[in-house]
């Protein structure tokens, strides 16, 4: 049976870390970080997302804000806000959570942000800083937890083969290029599968590094693992559940009772990824505090 990653007592353990250095900060008569999160409308998994961030930011010292907005919001009003908040010297990062109601382009409302301030790391300027491995900008924070997670437990990544399963630009691309980076968490061979990859199961029994970012439930299967592998579920799909009180459940796109057969370590959900994506958030407002 695998061994758990277990991302809940990570995060508290880097949390603690940042816990420290915002004490520190205070000490010295500085002002604390302060993370500025948009919320628009009421869907309730961004509800709970956006409570999950303000919570950790309260347990980390820093000043956590919610602006919330009616879905009715027009784009111009909100991007007027997203420009006071950049200019705005006491905030240090500015997250909008996705998705925007339809009307309101989300791109034009992720490219607003200052670069500086994107802690999200989703703006033109830190994605392509990430793609030529300049680490002066801000890398998404579900891929830079996941790299978090990796050195905790110590995992080898040079000269291994990590297949990511899933593309976007907020988690499978960003984290293919982690993999593949001269770095500490990074020197892979990465092999970045989609829809269109036709011989999925066959590259994935030839991974050592199998990160999963789809969004449909249990797909990854034990048979698709080669035995020792490293398996990253990031996979958080709402299912009803009506026996819980919640009326939901978190899934992940790992089948996790057949894959933890086979691989060597493997991240549960909840309780993997998640937590390790605020404590990404974390990092990257105290650096962005830090360069202020
Ligand atoms: P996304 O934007 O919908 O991207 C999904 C990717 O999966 C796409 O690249 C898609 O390929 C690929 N895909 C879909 N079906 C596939 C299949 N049958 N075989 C191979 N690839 C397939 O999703 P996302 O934003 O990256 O999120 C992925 C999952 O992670 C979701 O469950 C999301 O809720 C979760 N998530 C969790 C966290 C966390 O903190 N734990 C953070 C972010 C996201 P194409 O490009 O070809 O369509």
Sequence with gaps: MAEILDGKAVSQHFKDQIKAEVEAMIALGKRAPHLVAILVGNDGGSQTYVAAKEKACHEVGFT??????????????????????????????????????KHIDENAVTQAIKPEKDVDGFHDINMGKLAKGDTTGYTSATPLGITMLL????????????????????VGRPMSILLSDSSETGNCTVTLCHSRTSNLKELCLQADIVVAAIGRPGFVKGDMIKPGAVVIDVGTTRLDNASKKAGWRLAGD???ASASENASMITPVPGGVGPMTITGLMFNTLKSRKLR
């Design 64 to 101: 956590g804000t919610v602006l919330r907005y009616p879905d009715t919001i027009s784009q111009e009003e909100l991007l007027k806000k997203v420009h006071e908040i950049n200019e705005d010297s006491e905030i240090d990062g500015l997250i909008v959570q996705l998705p925007l109601p």
């Design 254 to 256: 790992v089948d996790f």
């Design 151 to 170: 050195k905790y437990y110590g995992i080898k990544t040079s000269g291994k083969h990590a297949v990511v399963i899933g593309r976007s630009n907020i």
